[in-house]
Structure formats: C-alpha cells, structure tokens
C-alpha cells in the first residue's frame, strides 16, 4: 500500500469514527426524550408527560424541541465540515486539485450552515408563534 491510500484509509475511518459518536450522542439524547418508563402515550397525563419530557407539556413544544436538536446537529455537522475543508486546503501543498476539493467543501458547508439557519428560523417561527396563539389558561 502506497502512503496516499494510507491516508486516505486514516481520513475514512476518522470521519466514520467521528460521525458514528455523533450519531451515538443524537440518539441517546433523544432516548432521554422519550423517558425511562417508555413511549409517550395518548393516555398519559400532563404531569407525567411533562417530568418525562423534562419539563415540557405539549406536543408541539416537544417537536419543537427534536426539530431543534436535529438542527443544531447538522449545523455541528457543517462547521465540521469547514475545519476539514479547512485541513485540507492548508495540507494541499499547492495541489490544486486538492485546493479546489476544498474550496468545494469549505462553500457547500457555508451554504449548509445558511439553511440550517433558515430552517431553524422558519421552525421556530410557525411553531413556535402557533403555540402562542393557540395557549389558553
């Protein structure tokens, strides 16, 4: 084997290693969600729903909540991106095949980052501004 298929080997196992623990992390954040005691049921009460949900009453604050997560996961995932475009760009040693890799990658994690934020704006809005509306005491 050849240096460069090292490190291309070293590259692929560091980035499935990478986005395997934040994989792992999503999921047991989103167990923490769901409760020990199990799935979120119709009958459950608002009391319990809300000490299983860490707080949170109703079902539009709890999609709420792992839209969110989801989002902000992603938006990890794209400033991930930018470092490794970044690493690239640095270590490319005037390839510039190499340096229009980066460069490819370095734009389509910026433009992932602005719909992330999009997303996360026009999700907090509509469900956010429907609970407002729709709250009564």
Do not use: C, H, W
């Not at 291309?8 to 047991?28: E, P, T, Y």
């Not at 109703?58 to 989801?70: A, C, D, E, M, P």
């Not at 991106?81 to 229009?100: H, K, L, P, Q």
């Not at 389509?108 to 026009?122: C, H, K, N, Q, T």
């Amino acid at each position: 084997m050849t240096k460069q298929t090292l490190k291309k080997g070293l590259k692929q196992a560091l980035i499935v290693l990478g986005l395997s623990s934040l994989l792992l992390v999503a999921f047991a954040a989103i167990s923490g969600i769901v409760g020990a005691q199990g799935m979120i049921g119709p009958g459950d009460q608002p009391a319990v729903l809300a000490g299983q949900t860490g707080g949170e009453g109703s079902l539009r604050s709890i999609i709420l909540n792992i839209v969110n997560f989801i989002l902000i996961f992603l938006g990890l995932i794209a400033v991930i991106m930018i470092i490794y475009g970044g690493i690239t760009y640095v270590t490319s040693a005037g390839n510039n095949e190499n340096v229009e890799k980066a460069k490819k990658i370095i734009m389509y994690a910026i433009i992932g980052i602005i719909i992330v934020l999009i997303s996360f704006a026009l999700v907090n809005t509509i469900i956010g501004g429907a609970a407002i509306g729709q709250e009564t005491t």
